[in-house]
């Protein structure tokens, strides 16, 4: 700690801003967490509402998962205007060109499925022919999604969305084994502190 | 009628005439006891199964017109009315489901109906009583078993049938083969009574 203290004071402070800020991190993990929850849940429930013995249970994960994707759809919609507005830390020196545009293309593509996937999910269940309404956790009603909900022959509609929501989340789910694996990559291979600018506590201006 | 035939004075009495004696032996006319529904011990009550799981529900909001005697029953007869959109079964995925327009369509037939035709008497205080239940425009003969316990100047009703949800279309779009909302539906009425002035 103290140490800490003594080299913000010194001149090579502008190293600070090597890590994110603490709500760039806080939107990071809570989407992260709701996202594998999304995943786990979703891959469950689409079986097992079709096995008698869970589909009472299937049912109201399908509620759950309702409330935390349009929870996500929120926390997106805030990391957004936040990455719009704060610059991120500067990605590690050594990296190749190519390297930077494959990181810069993956985040961005993982940005517009985190809002594309809870986007179709929303569309999907206001064009749903059972015409279910979405109870927030059980709180407050989500509205529909207008024309998609007044629509005269809902079933095709409702078909095509859930195809394109299933099939986006899986390429979300191959998106995020690629960060994974990036990850893992600079943090055993390059070495480089690419993990912790991700992580609170410690390792501040590590050079 | 009297306007019609002008030229016969006597003709309009005579058709009033023969219209009191058809009402005299209409069994359709009620004369039996009067009974008010005492509303905060009363109630109708249905139950149900979702994807497996039961649960129950009651409407909160109806009247009765009931005329009951036992030993009248040519003269008895109950007329119902239920506001659908009260369905109140607790949970709000289910509450909000029930008025739209697969389910009850309370924005179009806002309302239940259910009237009897006659009653059948099967001892120790037991009845039926054959009506006639009219919900989202569809009416369907139904046939409520029912305990009637008098004294005094109060009484209570206690009946139960069950409904087939399909015979009035309810829930047809979106579950017409029961596989996530049970088809039968049981219905209970408990309702007190007090002997209308």
């Known amino acids: ?207 | 009628m009297i306007c019609k035939h002008p030229g016969r004075p006597w003709a309009g009495a005579v058709a009033v005439i023969a219209m009191l004696l058809a009402g005299a032996m209409n069994p359709a006319v009620a004369e039996a006891t009067k009974w008010n529904v005492k509303t905060a011990e009363s109630k109708i009550g249905f139950s149900a199964t979702h994807a497996g799981r039961a649960f129950d529900g009651e409407f909160k909001s109806w009247s009765a017109d009931i005329r009951f005697d036992p030993s009248d029953l040519e003269g008895s007869q109950a007329v119902v009315l239920v506001d659908l959109a009260s369905a109140f079964t607790g949970d709000q995925t289910y509450d909000k489901t029930l008025p739209t327009v697969d389910w009850f369509n309370t924005s179009k037939f806002a309302e239940g109906r259910f009237e009897t035709t006659g009653f059948q008497a099967k001892g120790d205080n037991q009845f039926t009583a054959a009506g006639t239940l009219t919900m989202r425009g569809i009416a369907v003969p139904v046939s409520l078993d029912f305990t009637f316990e008098a004294s005094g100047g109060t009484a209570q009703l206690q009946g139960r049938t069950t409904l087939k949800r399909l015979d009035y279309g309810i829930g047809k779009g979106s579950d017409s083969a029961g596989d996530w909302v049970a088809l039968d539906i049981p219905v209970t009425v408990s309702v007190a009574l007090e002997k209308a002035e």
């Open chain 1, 1 to 207: 700690m103290t140490i800490d203290t003594q080299k913000t004071a010194q001149p090579n402070a502008a190293v600070a801003h090597d890590r994110y800020s603490t709500v760039a991190m806080a939107l990071h993990w809570l989407i992260a967490i709701a996202v594998l929850a999304m995943f786990g849940t979703g891959l469950w429930m689409v079986e097992a509402i079709d096995v008698k013995e869970t589909r009472a249970d299937a049912f109201a994960v399908y509620q759950w998962h309702k409330s935390l994707g349009l929870s996500v759809l929120v926390l997106m919609a805030a990391r957004i205007i936040w990455r719009l507005t704060h610059r991120p830390p500067a990605l590690p020196m050594g990296m190749k060109p190519m390297e930077k545009l494959a990181a810069h293309s993956t985040h961005a593509a993982i940005y517009v499925l985190l809002v594309a996937v809870p986007l179709l999910g929303w569309a999907m269940v206001s064009a749903s022919v059972f015409g279910l309404p979405t109870i927030w956790f059980g709180l407050f009603e989500w509205p529909h999604l207008p024309v998609l909900s007044g629509l005269e022959n809902k079933k095709p509609v409702e078909d095509w969305l859930r195809l394109a929501h299933g099939w986006v989340a899986y390429v979300l789910i191959g998106l995020v084994v690629l960060h994974l694996a990036a990850v893992v990559k600079h943090t055993v291979i390059d070495r480089d502190d690419i993990l912790k600018r991700m992580l609170p506590g410690g390792g501040r201006n590590k050079d």
